[in-house]
């Protein structure tokens, strides 16, 4: 049973666009919901994360929307540009309780 | 400040080799984890340690094992390899049991034939 589900899987967007991916989860019991960027040969690297207190986080160019009526959360990158090209994976936990659970993630290409 | 480090970074086996993948991390992180990552199926947790000591299984330890050599070294082996086991292997840290940022290694890309 997967406990976070992601979409797209893949994305194309126009340099200057805006990028959006969406989450969804089913376990009321997460309170920390992160999301990951991961370039080819690379670890993934926490790029923003959310908690449940709030609707909207942002960090620049990218901004976490998050609905907890509906249970959906979803990145936004505005701008988007060449080197934000890269895999992104939604993620949840309940802390002090069950490790990072991963969507399937979304490779996103941004094309000049 | 190497961060998290796995070896090796790629390893080709045959079908029924064993091996350990070893990591280490630098940062005095209590928690440690491994998962592995497929196409199209992102990143699946195998095993964690929540602390030194300790050890879970995740949601696909089938065919793997893991020792918690101390506060630093969390290892991984394959005691009998399979070609369902050809993966991308990450080993992750994170600062208090099972909290919020993991950090990720640079991955070992492990081939079964």
């Known amino acids: 049973q997967q406990q976070v589900k992601q979409s797209p899987q893949s994305l194309i967007v126009q340099k200057g666009g805006i990028s959006i991916i969406n989450c969804a989860y089913e376990n009321t019991a997460f309170d920390y919901f992160p999301w990951y960027q991961q370039f080819p040969g690379k670890g993934p690297a926490l790029l923003i994360a959310i908690r449940p207190d709030v609707s909207e986080k942002k960090e620049g160019r990218f901004t976490i929307s998050f609905n907890k009526s509906a249970k959906q959360f979803s990145l936004h990158i505005m701008d988007s540009q060449p080197g934000d090209s890269a895999t992104y994976f939604c993620?949840?936990?309940?802390?002090?309780?069950?490790?990072?659970?991963f969507g399937k993630g979304t490779r996103l290409s941004v094309i000049a | 400040n190497a961060g998290v480090t796995q070896t090796p970074k790629f390893q080709v086996l045959k079908t029924g080799q064993s091996m350990t993948l070893q990591c280490a991390q630098d940062m005095n992180h209590n928690s440690m984890y491994w998962y592995r990552q497929d196409p199209g199926m992102g990143l699946r947790l195998i095993y964690y340690?929540?602390?030194?000591?300790?050890?879970d299984k995740g949601e696909v330890p089938n065919g793997y094992n893991v020792s918690r050599l101390n506060k630093r070294e969390f290892s991984l082996r394959l005691e009998s390899a399979a070609p369902s086991q050809t993966s991308v292997y990450f080993c992750a840290s994170s600062r208090d049991p099972l909290n919020t940022e993991a950090f990720f290694g640079q991955g070992t890309r492990l081939t079964v034939v």
């Open positions: 993620a949840a936990l309940n802390s002090g309780n069950t490790p990072l659970v």
């Open positions: 340690s929540a602390s030194e000591g300790t050890t």
